[in-house]
């Protein structure tokens, strides 16, 4: 059972969360919560699987309340997404920097936000290889204004190197196992080291950083 807590100002949209989710055998919502400070207390009380988090909320936004969250070591297994407008929320790349594990436009299908708590639960972050790619780098260009110091990916070997610029294309452990000739459990192994020789907290995370270092840059195409 995927346990999931809803965080947006809004009481009509997180009851129409609620239905959707509860509708599903393997989800189940245990909190929500109306501002992003009654979210990082209801994690930490409830200790959820998933947080779905609206940016913009009264009091505490929903980007300090994920860095808050993410932040805490008691709430490592919590993966948190970030509900947006897209358009309008240039915060969406911050919020990733600051430990969520992907975003997802609010005006999605129903069938896209339940397969998104499902991704993000399985470990994979929420990044398709079209538009949140885009995005992504057009935040990392806005932010940096130019490429990070690249020592940070020195003590990456070749082959992790390769392994980051597709996961940073939104490819999954099968696809970068397919596009690299490696098994599935290799091409996850090199993920989990290359997170943990850059200090990421997920694949999310390690997307921001592939730009930020140079390794691949906005308008690149793969």
Known sequence: ???????????????????????????EVVAEAADGAEA???AREHRPDVVLM??????TDGLTATREITAD????????????????????????RGGAGGFLVKDSEPADLIHAIRVVHGGE???????????????AA????????APQLASLTEREREVLVEVAAGLSNDEIA?????????AKTHVSRTMSKLGA??????????????????GWSH
Do not use: N, W
């Not at 397919?178 to 290799?186: K, V």
């Open 40 to 42: 990082v207390a209801a």
């Open 73 to 96: 070591p008691g709430l490592a297994g919590t993966k948190v997404i970030v509900l947006t407008t897209f358009t309008d929320d240039s915060y969406v790349f911050e919020a990733i």
């Open 178 to 186: 397919a596009r690299l000739h490696m098994s599935p459990t290799t």
């Open 1 to 27: 059972m995927i346990r999931v807590l809803l965080a947006d100002d809004q009481a009509l949209v997180r009851s129409g969360f609620r239905a959707l989710l509860g509708s599903q055998a393997d989800l």
């Open 125 to 139: 972050a929420l990044l398709a290889p079209g538009v949140t790619r885009t995005l992504i780098a057009e935040f």
């Open 201 to 218: 907290r997920d694949r999310a995370q390690l997307v921001v950083l592939a730009y930020e270092c140079g390794l691949v840059r906005p």
């Open 54 to 59: 609206d940016i913009r909320m009264p009091g």
């Open 142 to 149: 806005r932010s940096r204004g130019g490429p990070a110091a």
